[in-house]
């Protein structure tokens, strides 16, 4: 009798201890672990990248997000990320220049995204069509994009007023900048101009689409900086570098910094520098207008920034990198990231939502130049097939040869675009 009880107790527990355990091994699943790879340094967003991991994760226990800075920006990131994929080991989403998209999306496997216009159309509400478009490509939606910036005129309105102009009226054309900056030259001696050289061509596609261009043929098959429309504007910019020395020729930084201590008095970069041309101008008031247009054509500028794309090629992870996505581009992430880089968030009405951006536009009013600029985005065009980037380099030596004013503009970007063209895909 004791005998068959002790068996019946020992049974009984047994069973016991394997339902607690399977409920135990149920209930503490481990999280979907995702890496995060993107380009915001310790001065430049990086805060924000963390301060959103540490939101999401609070809502989402069930993910884990493992954010990892790549340095040497887009370009930077995307040699890890080819590294990475050769190893089977990509991230799960990553942020990708749209100068770099066209390459991403023709060379890296990745997930399309158009299935999650089906299944997820509350997200796409409030990303206006010329936003979303610099993710799709041949239609289809590679990336979302995600970090969205505008070229902008800051200006030095004390430079103005000592050149005898209305610094409430800033020059909305390029020819009466180069009026004006005739007289600021005569008027004070300093340099009216400085347009951002970085190693990319973002501001040269900016001319080119304000003058009426196209940086690239429909098709894809054609480079545009030999088309009429693209060498008037660089010849433009030759012109007031080497010609009515109006311009500056200078790197990025210099000429941030010619701007900032008061040597020039107009510079055309980024609205992702605002923070830091408010706060480190030398003694003057700094401004912003959107960059000027050609005569009556109406304003067109290349969109900075990147898409966020997914690699990841396990089911459970895509889902979970189609979650953080969706937080990242939120009210609420939009908010922490335009806060903590300058990017202004795709949805631009929450720049009026007293709830989220309203008390931080109201407090940067440069930023507004940006809003004035968004509605005529353009991509910032990125060159197909596996010799994209030897494309761009191409462009950018061009750049750089006419900014040295030896040759005439059309000769120099007519070798290079028969250069470049040789180089995409048939």
Same mark, same amino acid.
């Given at each position: 009798m004791r005998r068959r009880w002790l068996m019946r107790f020992h049974q009984g527990t047994v069973l016991l201890v394997a339902v607690l355990g399977l409920a135990r091994s149920v209930g503490a699943a481990e999280p979907v672990t995702i890496e995060y790879w993107h380009i915001n340094s310790p001065t430049f967003g990086g805060p924000a990248a963390k301060e959103l991991v540490q939101l999401f994760e609070a809502k989402h226990p069930n993910i884990k997000v493992v954010e990892k800075f790549q340095p040497g920006v887009y370009t930077g990131l995307m040699q890890q990320l080819q590294v990475s994929l050769a190893a089977k080991r990509p991230p799960a989403v990553a942020q990708i220049g749209y100068? +770099?998209? %066209?390459? %991403? %999306?023709?060379?890296?496997?990745? #997930?399309?995204? *158009?299935?999650? !216009? &089906?299944?997820? =159309?509350?997200?796409?509400?409030?990303? =206006?069509?010329?936003?979303? %478009? +610099?993710? #799709? +490509? @041949?239609g289809t939606l590679h990336g979302i994009p995600f970090g969205v910036s505008t070229p902008v005129m800051y200006y030095n309105a004390d430079l103005f007023k000592a050149a005898g102009l209305n610094a409430d009226q800033p020059p909305q054309t390029w020819d009466e900048l180069q009026r004006q900056g005739a007289i600021i030259k005569q008027k004070t $001696? &300093?340099?009216? #101009?400085? /347009?951002?050289?970085?190693? *990319?061509?973002?501001?040269?596609?900016? /001319?080119?689409?304000?003058?009426?261009? !196209?940086?690239?043929?429909?098709? @894809?098959? !054609?480079? $545009?900086? *030999?088309?009429?429309?693209?060498?008037?504007?660089m010849q433009m910019w030759q012109d007031m570098v080497n010609k009515s020395k109006i311009g500056a020729n200078l790197t990025w930084e210099e000429g941030l910094q010619a701007f900032l201590s008061g040597h020039v008095a107009m510079c055309l970069t980024t609205i992702g520098r605002q923070e830091h041309m408010r706060r480190n101008a030398t003694g003057f008031q700094v401004r912003a207008v959107p960059v000027p247009r050609f005569g009556s054509k109406p304003l067109a500028t290349a969109t900075g920034g990147n898409v966020l794309m997914i690699f990841a090629s396990d089911p459970a992870q895509e889902k979970a990198a189609w979650e953080w996505i969706k937080f990242v581009l939120s009210p609420e992430g939009a908010t922490i990231w335009t806060k903590g880089t300058g990017y202004l968030p795709p949805r631009a009405e929450l720049a009026n939502d007293p709830r989220y951006l309203k008390p931080f536009f109201d407090e940067a009013p440069l930023m507004k130049a940006a809003l004035q600029t968004f509605p005529y985005a353009k991509p910032w065009v990125s060159f197909p097939g596996p010799r994209g980037l030897e494309i761009t380099k191409i462009l950018i030596k061009a750049r750089d040869e006419v900014l040295e004013g030896k040759r005439p503009a059309e000769l120099i970007l007519k070798e290079a675009a028969q250069q470049a063209n040789a180089l995409l895909p048939k």
């Open positions: 100068n +770099l998209t %066209a390459y %991403a %999306a023709g060379q890296f496997p990745h #997930v399309l995204l *158009d299935k999650y !216009r &089906k299944s997820d =159309p509350a997200f796409f509400k409030g990303i =206006p069509d010329n936003i979303m %478009a +610099l993710g #799709v +490509l @041949g $001696g &300093k340099l009216a #101009v400085y /347009l951002q050289q970085p190693n *990319d061509e973002w501001i040269d596609q900016t /001319l080119i689409w304000g003058n009426g261009g !196209r940086p690239l043929s429909e098709d @894809g098959k !054609r480079i $545009g900086w *030999d088309a009429p429309e693209a060498m008037e504007a």
